[in-house]
């Protein structure tokens, strides 16, 4: 249907995950000279996860949203806690006729119908009315890629 398959896993609660920071941030354009000295740490539980009993960390199986940098393999954070304050143009998890499919949110103007708009031009949105089994499962809230195992700069 989709493109997409996922894998959910459950997260445990109250476990820190501390990473120094650097004092300064590090430039994707020009170079220029940085510190590498840290002073603070990052609770990486806390920065990502604001709601941790309802929050799954997910793994796509699929290509429907590689214009926005999410690959196959890449893993996802899903807020179920944050379904009732759905918004148009949010990227959620949803249920179709029992199955799981990423896709982005629009909200008809005619409010008809909604259509969920996948981030890949192979695939068609997909277009949900009243005769559709139909539930948001929940919000995707931070995508986290593997750079050193599944990209490699291709020289030309």
Not at 9 to 34: D, N, R, S
Not at 57 to 79: M, R
Not at 119 to 138: L, M, Q, S, T
């Amino acid at each position: 249907m989709s493109g997409l398959k996922i894998k959910l896993f459950y997260l445990e609660k109250g476990k820190e995950v501390l990473i120094p920071v650097a004092e300064e941030k590090f430039p994707a354009g020009f170079p220029k000279t940085v510190s590498s000295n840290t002073t603070r740490f990052v609770n990486l539980s806390e920065e990502l996860i604001k709601n941790p009993s309802s929050t799954f960390f997910g793994q796509i199986e699929g290509d429907s949203l590689e214009e926005i940098g999410l690959f196959n393999n890449d893993y996802f954070l899903i807020d179920r806690s944050l379904i009732s304050d759905v918004e148009d143009g949010m990227l959620i998890l949803a249920v179709l006729n029992g199955e799981f499919t990423l896709k982005f949110l629009h909200i008809t103007d005619s409010k008809e119908y909604i259509l969920l708009e996948p981030a890949n031009a192979n695939y068609k949105p997909i277009r949900v009315n009243e005769f559709i089994d139909f539930r948001i499962w929940g919000v995707i809230t931070f995508g986290i890629k593997d750079i050193l195992k599944n990209f490699r700069f291709k020289h030309k």
